[in-house]
């Protein structure tokens, strides 16, 4: 079984006399869950360079992230790449409070906590896939849930690894591609539709302002005709009542 094999290789892996606990896993290949990134062989290279510029030191660990310096429960020393991981020994601090609690859940859960490593460094797109690259290492802290250890402190599965090589990982994103490119596709057919309707009615909407200018001129033209026939209409009438007027003055003279 998985939980008895991790058991097996952490009872081996842990010399609790010299407080060190060998060939824990710094990180793994695959997708460091919960980042939107994978990592690749290339970032296991980078974390280990930036490691070992640590010195004979090595480097801090601490429990959590963001934690301070009395958090710091050890040291991580010789790295190496063992197939799909980087690898260290991890050497604790005898005098820390939680010595002896990490001790124990190395040997009894080492598959419920883990590494986790806090860098900085600019992701690097591959393909359209996203992974970490790292250019400065800060430390390598113990979490609860590490994303880029999937199986815990040592990461050791007795079973064939499911984790897709870059070039499946490279199918499933080309293949996710031409799905999502056949619905831009049907989007576009769509908006091609509508796009001609909406000239069809630009066209009659131009036409109708067309038509309403020339119906605008010919009121215009209208109502300058009604205004001219309105004003000869009232000269006449004034005319005709001066005539009336002139008439009634000479019949009354007479």
């Known amino acids: 079984m998985k939980h008895s094999f991790s058991i097996q290789f952490a009872s081996k892996a842990i010399d609790r006399?010299?407080?060190?606990?060998?060939?824990?896993?710094?990180i793994t290949e695959g997708e460091a869950q919960g980042h939107g990134c994978y990592i690749d062989a290339t970032t296991l290279s980078q974390v280990k360079q930036c490691a070992d510029a640590f010195g004979a030191a090595g480097v801090r660990v601490k429990v959590n992230h963001y934690s301070g310096v009395d958090a710091i429960v050890g040291t991580?020393?010789?790295?190496?790449?063992?197939?799909?991981?980087?690898?260290?020994?991890?050497?604790?601090?005898?005098?820390?409070?939680?010595?002896?609690?990490?001790?124990e859940m190395a040997a009894s859960i080492p598959e419920s906590f883990g590494l986790s490593i806090s860098f900085s460094g600019t992701p690097e797109k591959i393909d359209r896939v996203?992974?970490?690259?790292?250019?400065?290492?800060?430390?390598?802290?113990?979490?609860?849930r590490p994303a880029a250890n999937p199986t815990?402190?040592?990461?050791?599965?007795?079973?064939?690894?499911?984790?897709?090589?870059?070039?499946?990982?490279?199918?499933?994103?080309?293949?996710?591609?031409?799905?999502?490119?056949?619905?831009?596709?049907?989007?576009?057919?769509?908006?091609?539709?509508?796009?001609?309707?909406?000239?069809?009615?630009?066209?009659?909407?131009?036409?109708?302002?067309?038509?309403?200018?020339?119906?605008?001129?010919?009121?215009?033209?209208l109502t300058t005709k009604l205004t001219t026939a309105t004003t000869d209409l009232a000269t006449r009438t004034t005319e005709r009542d001066i005539d009336g007027t002139i008439d009634r003055l000479t019949q009354f003279a007479s």
Request: overall charge negative; aromatic content about 6%; proline content about 1%.
């Open 17 to 26: 006399e010299a407080g060190v606990i060998r060939g824990v896993s710094v």
């Open 152 to 221: 815990g402190l040592f990461s050791v599965d007795s079973a064939p690894s499911d984790r897709m090589t870059e070039k499946e990982l490279s199918a499933v994103v080309e293949k996710g591609n031409e799905t999502l490119l056949q619905k831009i596709q049907g989007f576009v057919s769509g908006d091609t539709a509508l796009r001609t309707q909406v000239t069809d009615l630009t066209t009659k909407l131009t036409t109708a302002e067309t038509n309403l200018k020339t119906e605008q001129g010919k009121v215009t033209d």
């Open 130 to 144: 996203e992974y970490a690259r790292c250019t400065e290492l800060y430390s390598v802290d113990i979490v609860d």
């Open 76 to 103: 991580l020393r010789s790295f190496r790449i063992d197939g799909q991981q980087l690898r260290a020994d991890l050497y604790l601090l005898k005098t820390h409070e939680i010595f002896e609690r990490i001790l």
